[in-house]
């Protein structure tokens, strides 16, 4: 596991509670380290079990916020569990979550796959992250 070193700016970020929040700033500023840290966080703390965390498209996610160096394994290990083509009951690709008050499901979902998406509508989210939402069509 890295160690995440975090300028007062994002601990700031990180202790902020609002119901929705935007990243901007410039390539390589470390939005998507902190953003998804603090969702991962967010995931665990709520009340819900299923949470959505989507991207591109599944490499995309998998090499920018799931496997990346600071990313969702590097920073939280054996909590997290990373099933790309889902397992057991849950068919879509997944993160399992240990969390304290019990595990938590978070689909993996790319723009680029509108018959994932179709699976997943209807459900009861706690947490969803959308990267590069200025992409998303």
């Known amino acids: 596991m890295s ?4 300028s007062p700016k994002y601990k700031a970020f990180l ?6 929040e935007f990243l901007e700033g410039t390539t390589a500023a470390g939005k998507t ?3 998804v840290f603090k969702f991962i966080l967010k995931c665990a703390a709520s ?5 959505i965390l989507s991207g591109l ?9 799931i ?3 600071l990313g969702i394994i590097d920073n939280f290990g ?14 879509l690709p997944h993160i399992v979550l240990h969390a304290p008050g019990g595990d938590k499901i978070i689909y993996v979902l ?18 969803l992250y959308i990267d590069e939402i200025g992409v998303y069509p």
């Not at 202790?15 to 929705?20: E, G, I, L, T, Y």
């Not at 009340?47 to 949470?51: A, G, I, V």
């Not at 790319?110 to 947490?127: E, I, M, P, S």
């Open 110 to 127: 790319g723009y680029d796959n509108k018959t994932r998406w179709k699976k997943a509508l209807g459900g009861q989210y706690g947490c």
């Open 15 to 20: 202790k902020c509670k609002a119901p929705v």
């Open 3 to 6: 160690k995440l070193k975090l």
């Open 57 to 65: 498209d599944l490499g995309t996610i998998e090499k920018n916020i």
């Open 33 to 35: 380290t902190v953003g």
């Open 78 to 91: 054996i909590l997290t569990e990373y099933h790309s083509n889902g397992k057991g009951k849950n068919s």
């Open 47 to 51: 009340d819900k079990k299923l949470h």
């Open 67 to 69: 496997n990346k160096d």
